[in-house]
C-alpha cells in the first residue's frame, strides 16, 4: 500500500523566463530544469560560459511559486536543423546553474520535479 502517491503532470515545459542581460530583461524558454539549474533556448543570443547573471526570474506552472536568483553560464549547445541536407537554421541552448538560490525555492524546484512526468525516450 503506497500512501499519498505523487500526482503526475504531463511536461509543461517550456517556460518563460526573465534574464538580466546587460542593462535589460531578456525573456528566453526554459526546456529543462533540474535542481542544480537549467537549459534555455536563448533565441540566438550567446551568453559568455562563466560570466554570472546577476537575475533571473520564472514562475513553476504547476503552483505559481515565482523563484528568482542569480546564475552562472555553464556552457553553451549549439543543435542545426537541417532541409535537404543542409543547415536550415541553428537553436542555441545554454546551461545555466544557480549560485543563490534559498532552500525554500531548492525544496519547491524538487517538488515540481517530483510532479513532472519524465519524457519519454
Known amino acids: 500500500m503506497k500512501n499519498n502517491p505523487v ?5 509543461p ?5 526573465s534574464i538580466l542581460y546587460g542593462d ?7 526546456l529543462k530544469l ?3 539549474g537549467f537549459i534555455a533556448d536563448t533565441g540566438g543570443v550567446m551568453l559568455k560560459v562563466a560570466s554570472t547573471i546577476p537575475e533571473c526570474t520564472f514562475t513553476l506552472p504547476t503552483n505559481g511559486i515565482v523563484i528568482s536568483g542569480s546564475l552562472r553560464v555553464i556552457k553553451n549547445y549549439d543543435k542545426p536543423t537541417f532541409s535537404n ?3 536550415q537554421d541553428v537553436q542555441r541552448l545554454t ?3 544557480f549560485q543563490n538560490l534559498t532552500d ?3 525544496q519547491e524546484i524538487r517538488n515540481f520535479l517530483t510532479q513532472v512526468k519524465p519524457a519519454a525516450t
Open 7 to 11: 500526482t503526475q503532470i504531463e511536461s
Open 13 to 17: 515545459y517550456p517556460i518563460d523566463v
Open 24 to 30: 535589460k530583461f531578456l525573456v528566453f524558454k526554459l
Open 34 to 36: 533540474t535542481g542544480r
Open 85 to 87: 541536407n543542409k543547415i
Open 95 to 97: 546551461e545555466l546553474h
Open 104 to 106: 525554500w525555492q531548492r
